[in-house]
């Protein structure tokens, strides 16, 4: 969770999952963010708070959700 609170402010925003992919390199689209968001995000505040994070990493499908969502050429590899 701290990872992806990159401001760490408590919560994950948009705003912190666009500085992460920016970090790592990446260049993930507005709508991949908003999915990653919106998948765990159970009080559609526009916020992922801890508590939220746990329900959907504890979820058997979150993982292979995350990872479709950031295989945008679906070729099974998530490359940089």
């Given at each position: ?72 050429d679906r070729d099974g590899n998530i490359?940089?």
């Amino acid at each position: 969770f701290s990872v992806m609170d990159y401001d760490k402010d408590g919560v994950i925003t948009k705003l912190d999952l666009q500085n992460l992919y920016l970090e790592l390199g990446e260049d993930a689209s507005d709508q991949t963010i908003e999915d990653l968001i919106a998948f765990a995000d159970k009080t559609k505040d526009g916020r992922v708070t801890f508590d939220e994070f746990c329900i959907c990493m504890n979820s058997g499908l979150s993982v292979r959700f995350v990872f479709n969502i950031i295989d945008q050429d679906r070729d099974g590899n998530i490359s940089q």
